[in-house]
């Protein structure tokens, strides 16, 4: 897949289908990495102003953001954490941020603890 922007979509058990984005530009070996791996899956699991889900994704750390707002989507390398942002904070050390869901944060933040979370290539 080429180009800057890579359609996804996030599926959760039980909520409606949410488009979106990984950026290329924001950290390119990561998100190449990502998209060599998907479809990522895992068991949603929540922070106060995010969900996530562990990955097997093993990157090191390349453009570290200080901020994230909600709909950002995330890669944390200490715990290999794929994540959603539900609100505007700042995030752990190490965090970069990857792509954006926009306004579909609104449905993932409603996705229960335990639920599975399913991230693949949008097909056209």
Request: glycine share 8%; charged share 25%; proline share 7%.
């Amino acid at each position: 897949m080429t180009g800057a922007r890579i359609p996804i979509t996030v599926r959760v058990e039980g909520l409606p289908d949410v488009d979106g984005e990984l950026y290329r530009f924001a950290a390119p070996l990561t998100v190449a990495e990502f998209v060599k791996r998907m479809p990522v899956e895992g068991f949603v699991a929540r922070w106060p102003a995010a969900v996530y889900i562990l990955t097997d994704v093993q990157r090191g750390v390349e453009k570290t953001t200080p901020k994230l707002k909600a709909g950002d989507i995330f890669y944390w390398p200490p715990e290999r954490v794929f994540g959603i942002a539900l609100a505007e904070h700042a995030p752990r050390s190490q965090t970069l941020k990857i792509g954006s869901v926009g306004e579909g944060y609104a449905v993932v933040e409603k996705a229960r603890v335990g639920s599975r979370m399913r991230v693949f290539l949008k097909v056209s």
